[in-house]
C-alpha cells in the first residue's frame, strides 16, 4: 500500500500509546525513514488486509473471544 498524500486523508484515526510504545513506533519510523503517522497507518493497513485474507480464506485463529 502506498500511503496516500496528507491532503487526500479525510478520516481521522486516534489512539493511546503507552510511553515504551510510542518510543518503539518512533524508532522504527526513524529507521524506515516515514513520519510517525504513515509508518503506523502503513502497518495498521498491512496487517487488516492479512486480517481480511486471512478471514476469506479460513485461516484467521481468534484469540480472544468476541474477535
Given at each position: 500500500m502506498s500511503t496516500a498524500s496528507a491532503s487526500a486523508r479525510s478520516a481521522r484515526?486516534?489512539?493511546?500509546?503507552?510511553?515504551e510504545q510510542e518510543t518503539v513506533l518512533r524508532r522504527a519510523?526513524?529507521?524506515m525513514h516515514k513520519s510517525l503517522t504513515d509508518f503506523i497507518l502503513d502497518a495498521a493497513y498491512q496487517a487488516a488486509?492479512?486480517?481480511?485474507?486471512?478471514?476469506?480464506?479460513?485461516t484467521c485463529k481468534l484469540t480472544q473471544a468476541g474477535n
Open positions: 484515526l486516534g489512539s493511546r500509546a503507552t510511553p519510523a526513524l529507521v488486509e492479512q486480517t481480511l485474507l486471512d478471514h476469506v480464506t479460513g
